[in-house]
């Protein structure tokens, strides 16, 4: 079993709609969860960081966690054309980083 | 923010030669540098993590003699594909550990190899 696993699936949404992406883990030990954006081409950026069960609010974005199923999701609102890039779940602990493979986002004007 | 240099962004190269990318932190010491690759449509994957004033550690299957990380200075870490071949083509991606989080990184905008 991997230790992230990520749908890569490619995700077309409406501009304005709700964008939810999420990634399992197997790995209990794993203590910080993060969501990454990556356009074509480039680096990936940090969006989201939370190393505790619940929820965390940026702006239009939410991660949310859930330890006890080993589940994390990253919830879009409104979502805008410059949304559209490649998003990687990221979790870490004990001096280790696993990455998810990426779910690609396309938010059609 | 953070900010991570990586050069070159594109290099294309003969099948046996070798390739330098070079991974900079601009503004903060990173002690710790990761180097990663990238296939299309696939995840990152981690290769080596670099500390500086010491060995790469590899992570397992990829092969220490083939990719030659040297981490000499705060600052700079390089990654040298050596006798390249077209399979080693790829998007090679640092990172650097610096951030106000336990674990956040900053990436650089990634090297792509093109190998003919």
């Known amino acids: 079993q991997k230790e992230v696993e990520q749908d890569p699936g490619p995700l077309s949404v409406p501009e304005g709609a709700i964008v939810s992406l999420n990634c399992t883990y197997s790995?209990?030990?794993?203590?910080?969860f993060m969501w990454y954006r990556q356009y074509s081409r480039k680096g990936p950026e940090l969006l989201m960081y939370?190393?505790?069960?619940g929820n965390k609010e940026d702006g239009r974005f939410t991660a949310q966690v859930d330890k006890s199923s080993k589940y994390i999701s990253l919830f879009i609102r409104d979502s805008q054309p410059s949304d559209s890039a490649t998003y990687l779940c990221a979790i870490g602990g004990n001096n280790r980083l696993a990455f998810g493979k990426g779910n690609q986002v396309v938010v059609i004007p | 923010g953070a900010v991570v240099s990586q050069h070159p962004s594109w290099v294309i190269c003969k099948s046996g030669t070798s390739v330098k990318i070079e991974c900079r932190s601009l503004?903060?010491?990173?002690?710790?540098m990761f180097w990663y690759r990238q296939f299309p449509k696939q995840s990152l994957m981690l290769m080596a993590t670099s500390n500086e004033g010491s060995k790469a550690t590899y992570e397992q299957g990829v092969e220490k003699d083939k990719f030659l990380i040297n981490h000499a200075s705060l600052t700079l870490s390089t990654l040298t594909v050596t006798s390249a071949h077209p399979e080693d083509s790829s998007f090679y991606i640092c990172s650097a550990s610096g951030g106000r989080y336990t674990g956040e990184l900053f990436f650089g905008e990634g090297s792509r190899l093109t190998v003919l």
């Open positions: 503004d903060f010491q990173a002690t710790t």
């Open positions: 939370t190393y505790s069960s």
């Open positions: 790995n209990s030990a794993f203590q910080y």
